[in-house]
């Protein structure tokens, strides 16, 4: 490559490597909530793309840092792992951008693929040049590297046994030339010293937490991004913005993967995770993460990895969608995971998805036999609930028109505020509507104007409703305690106050609705209780 000094067999071996125009870097460490820009990842193997503008999330600053810590350690290795999609790779090849760029560094980027034809970057004297590789010329072309810095980005064991020869001859190259090399993978976890030749004390781990909702929105709010990506959004071509609650509605399908919510609509983010479950045979499989996996490469794309409040990552479902395929796959055993995965990461907010998907799976079942599903108030008294059917609601017309007495209601939308599901019933000769909310958190919306809003859309069908019965259905473990109420955080208030309380003589008080609302428990293990 230009600018740079090479042996002679190194020479002859890069003959073929073509010049490259240097990558657009436009700042050297982004700050949080900033944006920057990488060029060229049509030659890095990650995206067909040609550039990306990236938002500086708080993890990606993190990153930065600890690339930049890493350079004068003295650790030989640094192992990138953390769940699907998160921009890891991007990053790091924004990073290599700026060492060899920027800094003069001889940067030597390898991104192997699931069928082993290696994408190559060399940055040499401030130039670069690109070339794919076999196996048998990558193995040659490390051998012959003198790279100060070597980035080994798709690392797995996908690739079979020639894995071991590569990571043979790279690490011997890694010690000679006193290199340091860089491992980015999925998940993480599967990279161990021994394997590379290092001892413990030489290879660093650095793990990249998951983006949050709010990661989503504010990165959104840069119109120049949201023009980038405006296209796998169900939105007008021509809108600048995008909602909150349209975000949240495809982060139910996309969850932490940055990749599914800002390159596919919501439909290829279905086809994906359908495609990947259709190789996993059961519940055990998904979550086997051992080299011998034969669904290692499902998992990385079903799974995150997020940190417990002790500092220990645990694997979860990458999203409520895929959970909630999960469920409908392997049925019993798929409930049982999804409560076990939740009690190992003892997160609330999971331990809500596994219950309410577990309620409108149980509700399903009875509707198919029992016509009942039974829960317990706060004095442990067992409450039936009648179940005649269940159907998805969208608030159509067409679905206003199919409410009847005990026939449940599911929000067919992810972003349905208020309600898990609802029902009309009968008590005595009044018509109540029942809205029952799935709660493991320790705060709750309480969203009046949300139940004023469908009745008011039942009562113009004909419906005639007195009555208001609002429950928050908690989790319930066997001679135990179920967890404490949430505080529950009033919005419209006083637009009930015309219902009646259930079936009491009693107004809904304006102000003052959250003393009507019922807490219930739903059956659920006990280990899941120990968790909470």
């Known amino acids: 490559p230009p600018g740079g000094t090479l042996s002679a067999g190194m020479r002859n071996l890069t003959s073929n490597w073509m010049p490259i125009t240097n990558p657009f870097y436009s700042c050297k460490n982004p700050d949080v909530g900033n944006f920057f820009e990488v060029d060229q990842l049509q030659h890095t193997g990650l995206n067909e793309v040609k550039q990306k503008r990236l938002f500086a999330s708080t993890e990606v600053v993190r990153l930065f840092q600890a690339l930049d810590d890493f350079i004068p350690s003295s650790r030989r ?27 003069g560094s001889q940067v030597l980027w390898v991104h192997v693929a699931k069928y082993f034809l290696a994408s190559c970057v060399l940055f040499s004297g401030k130039s670069c040049t690109t070339c794919s ?20 980005d798709g690392y797995g064991f996908t690739m079979g046994d020639r894995i071991s020869e590569v990571l043979t001859t790279l ?3 890694v010690m000679r030339c006193n290199s340091k090399v860089i491992f980015v993978s999925s998940l993480g976890g599967n990279l161990k010293a021994s394997e590379l030749g290092l001892g413990r004390n ?3 781990r650095f793990e990249m937490s998951p983006w949050t909702l709010e990661d989503y929105i504010a990165a959104c709010a840069d119109v120049d991004f949201f023009k980038s990506v405006r296209k796998f959004f169900a939105i007008e071509s021509t809108a600048d913005t ?3 609650d349209l975000l949240q509605e495809k982060y139910f399908y996309a969850g932490v993967s940055v990749r599914w919510m800002f390159e596919m609509d919501i439909d290829a983010i279905k086809a994906e995770i359908e495609m990947h479950f259709s190789e996993v045979r059961n519940p055990e499989a998904l979550v086997d993460l051992s080299a011998a996996s034969s669904t ?4 990385n794309h079903l799974l995150m990895r997020t940190r417990r409040s002790d500092g220990v990552f645990i694997s979860f479902f990458v999203s409520k969608y895929a959970m909630q395929h999960s469920i409908q796959k392997f049925h019993k055993k798929g409930i049982a995971w999804a409560y076990h995965l939740s009690a190992e990461n003892r997160n609330r907010s999971h331990f809500g998805w596994v219950l309410e998907l577990d309620f409108v799976t149980k509700l399903r079942a009875a509707a198919e036999d029992s016509m009942q599903l039974t829960v317990q108030d706060l004095s442990n008294a067992v409450v039936p609930w009648k179940v005649s059917g269940v159907e998805n609601f969208d608030g159509s017309a067409q679905t206003l028109k199919r409410w009847e007495l005990d026939h449940w209601m599911i929000p067919k939308s992810s972003r349905q505020p208020g309600f898990d599901a609802a029902c009309l019933t009968q008590v005595g000769m009044i018509h109540i509507l029942r809205v029952v909310q799935v ?5 709750h919306n309480l969203r009046m104007d949300t139940f004023a809003s469908l009745i008011q859309k039942l009562v113009s069908t004909g419906l005639i409703i007195t009555g208001l019965e609002v429950i928050f259905l908690l989790p319930k473990f066997a001679d135990r305690d179920r967890i404490a109420p949430p505080i529950l955080e009033l919005s419209g208030p006083g637009q009930c106050k015309q219902l009646k309380v259930g079936a009491s003589d009693e107004n809904w008080d304006q102000g003052q609705e959250e003393k009507h ?4 428990g739903l059956e659920a293990p006990v280990h899941f209780f120990t968790a909470l």
């Open 77 to 103: 290795g640094l192992a990138i792992g953390g769940s699907p999609g998160l921009g890891k790779s991007c990053t790091t090849w924004a990073w290599a951008c700026k060492k060899g760029l920027l800094d």
């Open 133 to 152: 590789l076999g196996h048998e010329a990558l193995v040659q072309m490390l051998n012959q590297s003198s790279a100060n810095i070597i980035v080994f």
């Open 171 to 173: 690490m011997v190259q």
């Open 202 to 204: 030489d290879l660093t």
């Open 242 to 244: 995008i909602s909150a």
């Open 296 to 299: 290692l490469d499902s998992s």
């Open 439 to 443: 709660t493991c958190g320790s705060k």
């Open 517 to 520: 609302v019922l807490f219930h």
